[in-house]
């Protein structure tokens, strides 16, 4: 794809030239796990983004304008310029992240040709699809999505997300929208891990996630950064092998 300059879309069910290149959802969640415990920043000029290095950022989130701002003037918000990523990668030496339009597959596409090292998943973004989210299997980048619940948490993992953040409510700084997703998903673990057997299937249909990432979370946990399950670990195989 990047040799040739063009973009390659679905085909048969797939993305042709991107499947053949898949990373281990294990090195996805790897290169995620570099991220936790650190500052991700908004810039929207290759000047604030040597600033957000300097300043100690473990990553920076490349964009053209603030996507709240361009949907609150009645504006569709789409992925940032890729000349401006570009521009932002040159300038600095850690991980860049880029937002593309839930269901927008194209868009992803091109983020990945262009050298990307994170794809934000994000519904702040005017959404591509309201009904389907990207396979973020078919891509060898890590993608990052949002949640407000653990079965929302699931269903994205599910999906191939790397990475999970809270959603909150963007570009009014109120942050109680975003401390009430946390309560609800580090809640609903809880509740979970008190759980026997047979109570793990109703729960896995009342918050309609995956009954095998749910028993995962029971076995192993999702960690507190919420970055996915690896379900070649041992511990996990294990336990969803009970289900067959």
Do not use: W
Not at 30 to 51: F, K, S
Request: aromatic share 4%; charged share 25%.
């Amino acid at each position: 794809m990047a040799g040739s300059g063009v973009v390659t879309v679905y085909g048969n069910g797939a993305i042709t030239e991107t499947a053949a290149k898949q990373s281990p959802f294990s090195v996805k969640v790897g290169l995620a796990q570099m991220l936790r415990g650190g500052v991700i920043m908004d810039v929207v000029t290759p000047e604030q983004a040597r600033v957000a290095e300097e300043a100690g950022a473990c990553a920076v989130m490349a964009l053209e304008r603030v996507p709240a701002d361009i949907r609150a003037q009645g504006g569709v918000a789409r992925m940032s310029d890729p000349q401006l990523i570009k521009e932002i990668k040159s300038a600095v030496t850690i991980p860049v992240m880029a937002k593309a339009r839930i269901g927008h597959f194209v868009e992803a596409q091109i983020l990945e040709a262009i050298g990307i090292d994170y794809v934000d998943e994000s519904e702040v973004l005017t959404p591509a699809d309201d009904a389907n989210h990207i396979n973020k299997h078919n891509f060898r980048i890590p993608f990052v999505c949002g949640c407000r619940n653990l079965g929302e948490a699931l269903r994205r993992i599910r999906e191939g997300a790397a990475m999970i953040r809270t959603k909150g409510e963007a570009g009014t700084g109120n942050i109680i929208e975003a401390v009430r997703h946390v309560r609800s998903v580090m809640g609903d673990i809880r509740v979970l891990r008190n759980m026997d057997d047979d109570e793990v299937f109703a729960f896995a249909k009342q918050i309609q996630a995956p009954y095998d990432l749910v028993l995962a979370d029971v076995s192993c946990g999702l960690g507190e950064a919420m970055v996915g399950i690896n379900l070649n670990d041992e511990k996990v195989e294990r336990y969803a092998n009970r289900s067959e």
